[in-house]
């Protein structure tokens, strides 16, 4: 993969896929799905600066698993993989 650092507090994420069958056994068609909330982050930034021009580290790190907004995000094509670049604001928590 393409080298790609995001920067200040952005953080690139990867959705993982959605269960194609409801519990009740249906199988979902693609044009019928949502797309998942729920992803991998790939890369994060490096942070912000405060006021006191100190780096704030982000919360999250690559490798966690996070859920996120239904809209959050800029859907992009790196190296033939649909990734997402957000801020870590939209990111609403890690999946322990």
Same mark, same amino acid.
């Given at each position: 993969? =393409? *080298?790609?650092?995001p920067?200040? !507090?952005?953080v690139? &994420?990867k959705? /993982?896929d %959605?269960e194609? *069958? =409801?519990? $009740?056994?249906?199988?979902i068609?693609d044009?019928a799905?949502?797309k998942? %909330?729920?992803g991998?982050?790939v890369?994060?930034?490096?942070? =912000?600066?405060? @006021?006191?021009?100190?780096?704030?580290?982000l !919360?999250?790190?690559a490798? @966690?698993? &996070?859920?996120?907004? *239904?809209? %959050?995000?800029?859907?992009v094509?790196? @190296? $033939?993989?649909d /990734?997402?670049i957000?801020?870590?604001? @939209?990111i /609403?928590?890690?999946?322990?």
């Amino acid at each position: 993969m =393409t *080298k790609f650092r995001p920067l200040h !507090d952005r953080v690139v &994420v990867k959705r /993982l896929d %959605s269960e194609e *069958k =409801t519990k $009740g056994g249906i199988i979902i068609p693609d044009t019928a799905k949502e797309k998942p %909330s729920e992803g991998q982050v790939v890369a994060v930034g490096p942070g =912000t600066r405060g @006021d006191d021009g100190k780096l704030n580290a982000l !919360d999250v790190k690559a490798g @966690d698993r &996070v859920l996120f907004g *239904k809209w %959050s995000g800029t859907e992009v094509k790196i @190296d $033939g993989e649909d /990734l997402l670049i957000m801020k870590e604001s @939209d990111i /609403l928590g890690i999946i322990a």
